[in-house]
């Protein structure tokens, strides 16, 4: 049976952005299939765990008071079942990283990451987590702590409204509804999945539903824009996307009817984003 | 009144004549079947017990509380509980390890065990020795082994910090939860439970003999509330202290039994003030018949739960107001005021009993 | 103020600085600023001040240089709160103070090499990578001394006894307001000696400071003490504006007091909260936050942010105030005076709150005063120290409000000083809002700020403490040295006079009790 869509009470589907990952993977896990029983089974247990994150307490500098903020009367996380703050790492699932990680604060993070209990998940709060922040030029930041940790949802603003908090919170319970858990998460990484999920991502491994999702989704590597750009790049590009754009009307050409009259070809400027997406695969 | 003897001495009639078992069977087929039956209540009353206190402490803090997880959120517990039994479960590496696995199971024995002696109807009790009373509060002595056991297996020094405190806590307030029972037990004559229940016919204790009664409810209360280590008396898992105490190395199910078995010891301590003296499952009485034939149409039961539940509400509504007490200030409250009262109280309650002073004794 | 600093010859350095104590009665230690002075070499600046007259001075020293080390005689016995102080100074710049019983570093690790605010220092993001290891731990401290000959000799001395039960409370911890690390050594219950750790959020603000023009320099003090964001930048953004020479407009003069004052209220809300959390009593939090929102809102409309908000800029403010302002905050005040009585019923008049705060850290006046322990925890022991009243700035005074002093300088009076400090706000509030005159609220600069020579030194009050800007300007258009004076700093220098011989949860309350928040310790 199929991975179902994850449904969020009162928040309609097309509202979240990034779905597109989330459906990748769903697509990519439901091609082995899975029995009723299991798949069923899957998706109980993983109701059970969406609903029911408990987050370590852990907040370093400005993001920290406002997820206290958002744990209090007027945003109120309690409603969504994520008031149960646990202070030991052991009996933790989430580690919300709220606040800047300094080059001194990484190994003891890093070292709270590990004593986590299995299925557990970390969500990174604020600018300084994800690449340094404002704090990116300084000597003692670490630039985003998915150098250190594999991060799952990533929630940006300086200091982010608790409204965004609440939002990546539910993407990570929509990344959680996905997962599989029997034959997935639920398993003791054996040697060699040790030693693949090392090699993936170096300083830390991945948990067991990172490294499924590693092994499916193949993600890219950021492509960060560090010196000003030439005037041949310019021409290059220009040229690189006159030869995609001949491509795409070549196949335009050879999927319609030869019988019809040849139409002057389209540019790919004037056409949508949806028209090129619907464009049969070659 | 409603009589649970008519269900439980027809079960025992299917077994023996209608299934022709012998002795031992029948006997083996009860135990296991009330076993069962006293799991899944454990296991539901403390669901209900930890939605309600969620919902308590976020109504008492101006917002709300679990809502999403169903209609008002009454599946967010089953949400936590399958969350809590598919957790990894990591043996620490330089832990003790035969004090680190029995130290839950100590605890949860502890509580499952005194929560047997609860009276729920009138021939629905499940443990009723002649010495009830008693058994109690050895039954619950076991707990607190459990609680040193896992602060001392864990091989962490909060961990170590937190169990001695809490074992030095919970051994003081036995001293007064125990004069306590003592004084009730004075008034009414016998330690078994259901013949405590019984002697309430009357009246609740609370009014037979009002000074003495009330002084050592109060004193049941504070120390039952400080024995089963909630409100102002919780520095033994103090939050924000020592992080989690004495359970920051347990994770999954062993963690489970301790949170589980923290909100049953809540409601044991209520369910025995309730039957000690508030009359367990004994509707009021005021002597007047007409009023007395009314309330004994409500089954008995119904009683027991909502004098319990009315007691734990107002545990939780302590637990939710004050702040935490240090522990010397904890340990002079006992040795220095509750036990000298206990104690005095006690007397007081002797005088009544031996002069027939109150109300129907 | 301008910094017209004295200088003292080397070696008769320790008995001057002891004749201005002794003497002068210089007797509290505002901050020591560690700096590179180029081709004079490294050195420090002292800012002392008179606690009775409340005259503000300074002092320039140069370190000498003894072969590759640059030494300087300590202060820590004459003024204790020098103790971390020069700590701090020996980390960035790595001047050794002979006669510091305590010679480690303070915020960085133990293994960091290099010297980060000497002006060769590497700041390549390759250099710099995080450590992947466990700090290397030890027990054993150094000192540095001079001998006879003129040589630099190094004694070891141990912290921590072989056999002494030591705990370490933070960094992650639920109570230390951020991550701080106290190592506590204890014997059963009770605390022998704390031993403060800190820099796990020390971000480097100060050297990045210094590659910055100076309204890019704005944008990082918010995340200081994020609890007293508009303090933080009016110091910074008064000290540049005095050093320009910039008169400002009564509008901003009135607009800038009123935001101060609410972010008072904002800090003292979160502070009662806070306090209640640590003690575990969580509805009083709630409710703290719950009206904390009611100031955030009046904050927010005008400015933008609820936290990090962003309105001061040198000359004046980021936008003018929101046309429902008047009207919002005269509101708020009514709403916030029958509130805190709620605060006292609920949580600070209980019974077991008296019995947790009373006597707990205590610290007389004397001691406060030696050890620098400024803002409410100061005042709490009798010390009249409000920058407000002896240093005044915008429109201080002008209003009527009293300055909320205590002598029992213990925990209980501490909190009930921030209580009374609410009341003033409001107070102060009140008066102003009614009567904010027109004109700009902001006087136009030019593009790109300089700053003439010379060296300042501005400070405010903020919520905790006093809270100071030191900038040395050679002229550019970037601060050659910016240097913030943390408000907790001299705090958890001072919690281990606080807490011989209390217990562990007492430390949690002492350290509720004195409102420090670690990214400004940490900067």
Known sequence: MEIRKPKIKSVPYDEFKDNDTLEKLTEQLNQGGTNVVLGNLDWAINWGRSNSLWSLTFGTSCCGIEFMAVGCARYDFSRFGFEVTRNSPRQADIIMCAGTITNKMAPVFKRLYDEMAEPKYVVAVGGCTISGGPFKSSYHVVRGIDEIVPVDVYVPGCPPRPEAILYGMMQLQRKVKIERFFGGANHKMNAQEREESMNLKGLHGLSNENLAFEKLLHKEEPIIVKDGVTKEQVEQLGKDLDQLSAKENDKDEKVENPDQQKQTPVTSSTKTNKDQGDTPAA | ?361 | ?523
């Open chain 3, 1 to 523: 103020m301008k910094l017209n600093n004295i200088t003292f010859p080397f070696d008769d350095f320790a008995k001057e600085m002891a004749k201005l104590k002794n003497e002068k009665h210089f007797d509290y230690l505002v901050t020591i600023v560690g700096e590179d002075f180029g081709e004079e070499g490294l050195g420090c600046i002292y800012i002392l001040e008179n606690t009775q007259t409340h005259d503000r001075m300074s002092v320039k020293q140069i370190a000498r240089q003894i072969g590759e080390d640059y030494v300087l005689p300590t202060i820590f016995s004459i003024w204790r709160d020098g103790e971390l102080l020069e700590r701090e100074v020996y980390d960035f710049l790595g001047i050794k103070f002979l006669g510091h019983p305590d010679m480690r570093r303070l915020y960085l690790r133990n293994d960091f090499d290099g010297y980060p605010l000497r002006k060769d220092y590497d700041m390549s993001p390759e250099h710099n990578r995080f450590p992947e290891t466990d700090e290397p731990e030890t027990d054993w401290t150094e000192e540095y001394n001079l001998n006879k000959y003129g040589e630099l000799v190094k004694t070891t001395r141990r912290l921590i006894q072989p056999d002494e039960f030591t705990v370490n409370i933070g960094p992650n911890h639920p109570s230390t307001h951020g991550v701080l690390r106290l190592q506590t050594v204890l014997d059963g219950e009770q605390i022998v000696h704390v031993f403060p750790h800190l820099g796990y959020i020390h971000r480097g603000i100060e050297k990045m400071c210094e590659d910055y023009t100076y309204p890019q320099t704005l944008a990082l003090t918010d995340r200081l003490n994020y609890l007293s964001a508009m303090m933080n930048r009016h110091a910074l953004v008064g000290v540049i504006e005095e050093a320009m020479g910039i008169e400002l407009s009564d509008r901003i003069h009135y607009i800038r007091t009123i935001m101060d004052e609410l972010q008072r209220l904002d800090n003292h809300l979160l502070f009662t909260g806070c306090c209640a959390q640590d003690l575990s009593a969580l509805t009083a939090f709630l409710y703290g936050m719950r009206d904390r929102e009611h100031v955030l809102n009046v904050m927010e409309e005008t400015t933008g942010g609820r936290l990090i908000e962003n309105y001061y800029r040198i000359g004046g403010c980021q936008a003018d105030i929101d046309p429902h302002f008047v009207q919002n905050v005269k509101d708020l005040c009514k709403y916030l005076r029958p509130m805190i009585q709620e605060y006292l019923d609920v949580f600070g008049d209980n019974v077991i709150t008296h019995q947790r705060f009373e006597g707990i850290g205590p610290m007389g006046l004397d001691d406060c005063i030696n050890y620098a322990v400024t803002g409410p925890a100061g005042r709490a022991a009798g010390w009249k120290n409000d920058v407000r009243k002896y240093h005044p700035y915008d429109l201080y005074d002008k209003v009527e409000w009293k300055e909320c002093i205590r002598n029992h300088g213990d925990s209980m009076d501490r909190y009930y000083v921030h209580i009374d400090e609410m009341y003033q706000s409001l107070d102060i509030i009140e008066q102003l809002i009614d009567n904010i005159p027109e004109g700009d609220f902001y006087i136009k600069q030019k593009p790109i700020i300089r700053v003439p020579e010379g060296q300042w030194y501005y400070s405010v009050e903020g919520a905790s403490g006093e809270f100071g800007v030191y900038l040395d300007s050679k002229g550019d258009k970037n601060p050659y040295r910016l240097k913030i004076r943390p408000m907790g700093l001299s705090l958890v220098g001072a919690m281990d006079k606080m807490l011989r011989g209390q217990k562990i949860a007492d430390l949690i309350a002492t350290g509720a009790a004195l409102d420090y928040v670690i990214p400004d310790i940490d900067r």
């Open chain 2, 1 to 361: 009144m409603f009589d649970f003897g008519i269900v439980t001495r027809w079960f025992d009639l299917l077994l023996r004549q209608t299934c022709g078992l012998g002795n031992f069977w029948s006997i083996f087929i009860e135990c296991v079947v009330v076993l069962l039956i006293i799991i899944t209540l454990y296991a539901l009353l403390a669901i209900a017990l930890i939605f309600m206190e969620r919902k308590v402490c976020a109504y008492f803090q101006c917002r709300l509380g679990p809502m999403r997880v169903g209609p008002w959120g009454i599946f967010q517990v089953f949400a936590d509980v399958v969350k809590m039994l598919i957790k990894e479960i990591f043996p620490v590496d330089k832990s003790d390890k035969f004090l680190y696995y029995l130290a839950p199971i100590l605890v949860i024995t502890a509580s499952i065990g005194t929560f047997s002696f609860l009276p729920w109807n009138k021939g629905a009790g499940v443990l009723d020795f002649n010495v009830g009373v008693f058994m109690i509060t050895a039954l619950s002595s076991i707990g607190i082994i459990g609680v040193f056991m896992a602060g001392w297996g864990s091989n962490n020094k909060y961990s170590v910090v937190s169990a001695l405190r809490g074992a030095i806590q919970m051994i003081s307030y036995e001293m007064s939860l125990g004069l306590c029972l003592v004084a009730a037990v004075t008034l009414t004559g016998t330690m078994q439970v259901s013949g405590i229940v019984d002697y309430q016919a009357q009246g609740w204790l609370i009014f037979r003999a009002p000074l003495p009664a009330i002084v050592a409810f109060l004193i049941f209360l504070i120390a039952g509330n400080a024995e089963a280590n909630r409100g102002p008396f919780d520095l033994v898992e103090a939050e924000s202290e020592l992080t989690a105490g004495y359970h920051t190395e347990y994770s999954g199910m062993g963690f489970g039994f301790y949170y589980l078995s923290e909100y049953l010891n809540l409601f044991v301590i209520s369910g025995i003030a309730a039957t000690v003296f508030l009359g367990g499952w004994m509707p009021l009485h005021i002597g007047v018949a007409g009023f007395d034939h009314v309330m004994d149409y409500i089954p008995g039961f119904v009683w027991m739960l909502g004098k319990t539940f009315v007691l734990v509400f107002f545990l939780m509504w302590i637990r939710w107001t004050f702040p935490r007490l240090r522990v010397d200030n904890i340990l002079k409250l006992e040795w220095k005021y509750l036990m000298p009262l206990s104690l005095l109280n006690l007397v007081v309650m002797t005088v009544c009993v031996v002069f027939k002073l109150g109300w129907h004794i």
